[in-house]
C-alpha cells in the first residue's frame, strides 16, 4: 500500500513542474526548444530575449577531500574535483593554487613515443570531453597528428611506418599499423 504523504513522483522526476515556469530577464513564459546540442528552456520572445536554461541540471558533487594528501606547490590538502570534463584531482586552496594531479600516462612517456607526422614531438594520452582516451602529438597545433588506440614503438612489416597501435582481439593483443591507408594487423610477439 503506498504512503499518501510519499508523492508518486519526486521533485525532480516531475516533467510538468517546470512546464509553466516565467523568464527570470523579462517575465515571458519558458518553452522548451531543440538545437544540435540538445533540448533547452527558452524565452518565447527570442530574440528580443535570449534567456536560456539547460533542461535536465546536473547535480554538483562536492568537493571530497583526500585526507593525509598534501599538494606539492602550496602544501594545503588534495581534494577530488567535479570539473568541465569529469573528476579530477586537485589543490584545495584553488584560486590561489592552480596544481592539478595529471592523468596516469606514464607507461606512454616512459616508451617516449616520437609522432610519426612531425617528428619532433611525443604522442601522449588525452580524454576528450566525452570520457574517451586519445592518444595525440604533443606540439598540437602545429601536428595534428592523433590516434584512438594506444601507441607503441615498432615498425609495420608491410608497409614499414614507424608506428604501431596496440588493440584486443578477439584472439588476443595485436599490433596494427597506424598508417591509415595501410592498417595491416601483425602478431604483437613480433615486435
Known amino acids: 500500500m503506498s504512503n499518501p504523504e510519499k508523492p508518486l513522483f519526486s521533485r525532480h522526476e516531475h516533467a510538468l513542474e517546470k512546464a509553466n515556469e516565467v523568464c527570470p530577464d523579462c517575465g515571458a513564459q519558458l518553452v522548451i526548444k531543440h538545437s544540435k546540442s540538445g533540448s533547452f528552456f527558452g524565452c518565447v520572445t527570442y530574440p528580443d530575449c535570449q534567456h536560456t536554461r539547460a533542461v535536465v541540471e546536473h547535480e554538483r558533487v562536492d568537493d571530497k577531500i583526500l585526507v593525509g594528501s598534501e599538494c606539492p606547490e602550496c602544501s594545503s ?52 570531453r566525452f570520457g574517451k582516451t586519445f592518444y595525440s602529438c604533443d606540439h598540437y597545433p602545429k601536428c595534428k597528428f592523433v590516434v584512438n588506440h594506444e601507441p607503441t ?39
Do not use: W
Open 77 to 128: 590538502e588534495l581534494a577530488v574535483k567535479q570539473g568541465r570534463y569529469g573528476m579530477f584531482i586537485g589543490c584545495t586552496n584553488y584560486p590561489e593554487c592552480h596544481h592539478i594531479v595529471a592523468q596516469d600516462n606514464n607507461e606512454l612517456e616512459q616508451q617516449n613515443v616520437t609522432c610519426p607526422h612531425c617528428k619532433k614531438g611525443n604522442l601522449q594520452s588525452k580524454v576528450s
Open 153 to 191: 614503438i615498432g615498425e609495420c612489416e608491410k608497409c614499414g611506418f614507424g608506428l604501431l597501435l596496440k588493440r584486443q582481439m578477439a584472439a588476443g593483443e595485436k599490433l596494427q599499423c597506424a598508417s591509415k591507408s595501410c592498417s595491416h594487423f601483425q602478431k604483437s610477439s613480433s615486435v
